[in-house]
């Protein structure tokens, strides 16, 4: 990245001495207008990182610059970020036009360009024509709504959002989604967005950082996160998943984009292709293989397949989701509905898949053939953790 807008470096956050640090080295940068969602579990660190770019809290080390420009020791007030909360923090007692002139007021701008300001903002976020009206009287996505108009309003260096959609119902948090992606993109503004719902930053960033204990596990596109996993973690958290151990027996030639396709030898289940990095042969790693792309057939297929019985069958209209059991494996597979019926309890289905759609995921422990190798996928991500 040239420029980036933003840079983290080995920024460490310890809230004592003796304890485990809540954010651990963590280095990234953003890219001006781009909207990076930092994503993961409950108490891996995404507000604590949040809240020291924000300047609300001192690091322990490591610096944050922005353009260019060493931040680390200056003032929350001289910043210039804009802020939206999971609880709006609106004012309760100013009505909606003067929550979001406040920025304004406390930057002292004349109040002729405050008005212009506000109802630009208000504009932004398609609430012109309640800038009269009493916060209290305002739902929680409005709201949200005037938060986030008044973080904009002062034009920001960066928009930093923490979980703002976590207070909202089901329903209306997927239209504050797009609102909220939509306002950010016309704005163009570089913002931070943190979230623990992987929904949400799949739909909504350019790029995430899959954040787990502190540190970053992956960096990415959406897309790269979701079909590149480069360790357990992130296989797990994004999206559904079945994971086999494997050994990577033989490069079997060039795949798409750099890749190779290898021949795998699935833990108990026979050999399979798959694809991954350069160099991984002679390795045991985890393959993933998410659920829509395993191919699940009430008939043997001719390839290689796996012999499953069928112990969950959920019916969603467009497609089943199936629960099996193959050779003491839980595996989860999804297949789209027929008119002629759906499958039974009980019943035996054959799972397969193309190679491009199994990945070898590079984090797992390599360990060389010949050596002991852990019999299950769990033990391979127990030291995936170690
Ligand atoms: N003020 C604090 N004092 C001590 N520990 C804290 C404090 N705030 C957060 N932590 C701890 O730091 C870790 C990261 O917290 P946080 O950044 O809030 O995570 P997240 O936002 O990802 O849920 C957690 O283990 C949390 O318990
Ligand atoms: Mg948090």
């Given at each position: 990245m040239n420029n980036p807008k933003l840079s983290i470096v080995d920024l460490t956050k310890r809230y004592?001495?003796?304890?485990?640090?809540?954010?651990?080295c963590l280095s990234m940068s953003v890219e001006e207008g781009h909207l990076v969602a930092l994503l993961g579990p409950s108490g891996c660190g995404k507000t604590t990182t949040l809240r020291m770019v924000a300047g609300l809290m001192d690091p322990t080390s490591g610096s944050i610059m922005v353009d260019g420009k060493d931040i680390t020791q200056t003032p929350v007030h001289k910043r210039g970020m804009g802020m939206v909360f999971q609880?709006?923090?609106?004012?309760?007692?100013?009505?909606v036009a003067q929550n979001v002139a406040f920025g304004l007021q406390m930057r002292k701008v004349g109040s002729k360009e405050q008005n212009r300001r506000v109802v630009e903002a208000l504009d932004l976020v398609k609430l012109?024509?309640?800038?009269?009206?009493?916060?209290?009287?305002?739902s929680g996505g409005q709201q949200q709504r005037i938060a986030i108009a008044r973080a904009l309003v002062v034009e920001p260096t960066l928009l930093l959002l923490d979980e703002p959609l976590s207070n909202l119902d089901a329903k209306l948090r997927e239209n504050m989604r797009t609102e909220i992606r939509s306002i950010q993109q016309r704005t163009g503004a570089t913002t931070l967005f943190v979230t623990h719902d992987q929904d949400e930053a799949l739909d909504m960033a350019?790029?995430?950082?899959?954040?787990n204990g502190g540190i970053i596990e992956q960096y990415g596109a959406p897309a790269e996160v979701y079909e590149r996993p480069q360790t357990h973690f992130v296989a797990d958290f994004i999206g559904q998943a079945n994971f086999f151990a494997s050994?990577?027996?033989?490069?079997d030639g060039a795949a798409a984009d750099g890749e190779r396709s290898y021949v795998v030898d699935v833990d108990g289940f026979g050999r399979f292709g798959a694809v991954g990095a350069a160099g991984l042969a002679g390795s045991t790693h985890e393959i993933v293989v998410r659920p829509h792309r395993l191919k699940t057939s009430l008939q043997q297929p001719a390839g290689p397949f796996i012999e499953g019985v069928i112990e969950r069958v959920s019916y969603t209209g467009d497609s089943l989701s199936l629960g099996l059991r193959a050779g003491g494996k839980e595996l989860l597979s999804q297949m789209p509905t027929a008119s002629s019926g759906i499958p039974r309890l009980g019943q035996t289905a054959y799972l397969s898949w193309d190679p491009a759609d199994a990945f070898i995921i590079p984090g797992t422990a390599g360990i060389p053939h010949?050596?002991?190798?852990?019999?299950t996928a769990d033990a391979l991500a127990a030291q995936d953790v170690a």
């Open positions: 004592a001495p003796g304890l485990d640090p809540a954010v651990d609880s709006y923090a609106l004012f309760p007692h100013m009505d012109g024509h309640l800038a009269g009206r009493q916060v209290k009287e305002l350019d790029r995430i950082a899959v954040m050994a990577v027996v033989a490069d010949g050596t002991e190798r852990p019999a």
